[in-house]
């Protein structure tokens, strides 16, 4: 970019987000909002905590979110290959498992998963149906947020394995490689390249609906948001809550676009493997 | 000479149309075969069914005796002992081009690497692309790739090749490169099955030549035979198109 470009788009962007500040700025009860969603004061209190108050530190909070996060993002992994694999075996034995897999994804793709969450969370316990309904409400949440998320990325797999042309399959096959072996060594490593957007899309959904969870009663960052602004009618905490999954979730963004540049510029510059 | 792989009267449907009708050939071993015939005329699937990538209707086709249509055969154990090369290179993007060559060797057969590393880069040295073994495959040209691809197949060890106009997709000017890899591998030895549209090739390194029309074997023999003295009005009508 020419120097000239560089200060035009630095003075655009400068004047546009000026105007939006401005706006929100000089709204008729701009003034009232601003107290009650970016109170300096509230920030604070919500950020550290605040135990005399009996008042959750939104920070600790959040690390319910991270672990949960990241917890099921594995398993998520693990759990939706296993049923795009199913779905995509030709095996005759595998039949029946190839239909239920569809329909898994089919059902948990349909349902918004708020109510996967209350059925889990309040079904599973309320049947009384001995060890699988002692179970704590953060088992269930992570439980929910596998079973759905796993459909969805199911279907990413599944496209994924899908965009690797047909000849791939063959050459593999032609080297004798074994149903397993072509599917580790030749599909997924390009699969893969193709499947890293959309499945960040996923995590970062992932991440924001264990906002979700709080439903069932556990204390992550949005219910403590929740609980802070019940007490001290001032809702800042949910501005701290926004901030932290934005810390959490650009950079990962960030992270994996290089990552894809990165491959892309390796591969066209074919240095050493 | 022993025979390393038959069909036997081999018919093959893709819905009504019957696309090999009885195909029966030997291969004798070290024998180098040109299978040459209009485009649909099925060379491609008798190929993918020597190869188990297609199963077959009727007949049967037999590797040093045993039957393949068994359903007791595992068709990959099968696969390491017949090998195909494509038309369209299907080299392995993600993989160097030595990875490409060592793929099978390393994971179907199970052999240790350092050994198979060495054979690989023999093998690489021997098609002049020795130096960028660690090089993906895009960055090569279409004959480069394509050699790459017939030395991953020889890095099997074979018994038989089969090779499915594997310089369709090249530019003319790099044919030739490929087909005297191919020539060099016939005076060496390799049992071969070859479709092709290049007759001339045909005419200087097979053993035989079987003229396939409409998904049956209408004449086969030496090179002299078919070329210069086809029996059959359809060879001689083929012949006359591609000359
Ligand atoms: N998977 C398939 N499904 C349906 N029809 C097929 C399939 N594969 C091949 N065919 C048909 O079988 C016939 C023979 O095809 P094949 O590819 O074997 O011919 P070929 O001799 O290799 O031709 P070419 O010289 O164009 O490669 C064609 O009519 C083709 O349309
Ligand atoms: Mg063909």
Redesign the interface.
């Known amino acids: 970019m020419g120097r000239r470009a560089a200060v035009a788009s630095s003075l655009s962007s400068a004047l546009i987000v000026g105007l939006v500040v401005w706006f929100f700025w000089r709204a008729p009860n701009g003034a009232n909002v601003r107290h009650f969603f970016l109170d300096p004061h509230s920030f604070w209190i919500n950020l550290t905590g605040d135990p005399s108050r009996s008042l959750f530190s939104i920070l600790r909070c959040f690390e319910t979110n991270v672990w949960m996060f990241m917890l099921c993002e594995v398993l998520v992994l693990i759990f939706g290959l296993g049923l795009a694999w199913l779905r995509l075996s030709r095996t005759p034995i595998l039949a029946p498992l190839r239909v239920a897999s569809a329909i898994y994804t089919d059902v948990f793709r349909g349902i918004p998963i708020i109510l996967v969450l209350f059925a889990v969370g309040y079904g599973v316990p309320g049947m009384q149906a001995g060890w699988i309904s002692q179970r704590t409400p953060i088992t269930y949440a992570c439980a929910t947020l596998v079973i759905t998320y796993s459909a969805y990325v199911a279907e990413v797999y599944r496209a994924g394995m899908n965009s690797v042309?047909n000849?791939?399959v063959?050459?593999?096959?032609?080297?004798?490689?074994?149903?397993v072996?072509t599917m580790r060594?030749?599909i997924l490593?390009?699969a893969i390249?193709n499947v890293i957007p959309p499945l960040l899309n996923d995590f970062i959904s992932l991440q924001k609906d264990t906002a979700l969870v709080g439903t069932l009663g556990i204390v992550e960052a949005n219910q403590a948001a929740h609980v802070f602004g019940s007490m001290e009618f001032n809702y800042t905490g949910y501005t701290v809550a926004a901030l932290l999954f934005l810390a959490l979730t650009i950079p990962m963004t960030r992270y994996t676009d290089h990552l894809i540049a990165k491959d892309r510029r390796r591969?066209l510059a074919?240095?050493?493997? | 000479m022993s025979t390393v792989i038959s069909a036997q009267n081999v018919r093959k449907r893709f819905g009504d149309h019957e696309v090999l009708r009885g195909i029966s050939v030997d291969l004798a071993e070290h024998e180098v075969v040109c299978l040459i015939g209009a485009s649909g005329s099925g060379k491609s699937t008798l190929l993918r069914c020597l190869n188990l990538l297609e199963t077959i209707d009727e007949g049967d086709i037999v590797f040093r005796g045993q039957s393949l249509t068994d359903a007791r055969i595992d068709p990959n154990l099968v696969r390491r002992h017949i090998s195909i090369v494509f038309q369209a290179f299907n080299l392995f993007p993600h993989l160097s081009v030595l990875d490409n060559v060592m793929l099978g060797p390393v994971r179907a057969l199970g052999r240790p690497r350092d050994e198979v590393k060495a054979e690989a880069m023999q093998l690489l040295e021997r098609i002049g692309l020795a130096q960028r073994a660690l090089e993906f495959p895009d960055r090569l040209s279409g004959g480069q790739q394509q050699r790459v691809a017939i030395v991953r197949s020889l890095a099997m060890k074979p018994d038989v090749l089969l090779l499915d106009e594997v310089t369709s997709a090249l530019d003319p000017t790099l044919v030739g490169e490929v087909l005297d890899l191919l020539t060099d591998l016939a005076r060496g030895g390799t049992t071969m099955l070859i479709a092709t549209h290049e007759m001339n090739f045909a005419r200087n390194v097979a053993d035989r030549v079987i003229f396939l029309h409409d998904g049956e074997i209408v004449e086969s023999g030496t090179p002299q035979q078919i070329f210069d003295q086809p029996r059959d009005a359809a060879t001689a009508a083929f012949l006359s198109r591609v000359n």
């Open positions: 042309p000849g791939q063959m050459a593999a096959k032609s080297l004798g490689l074994s149903d072996q060594r030749v490593p390009q390249r591969r074919g240095g050493a493997a």
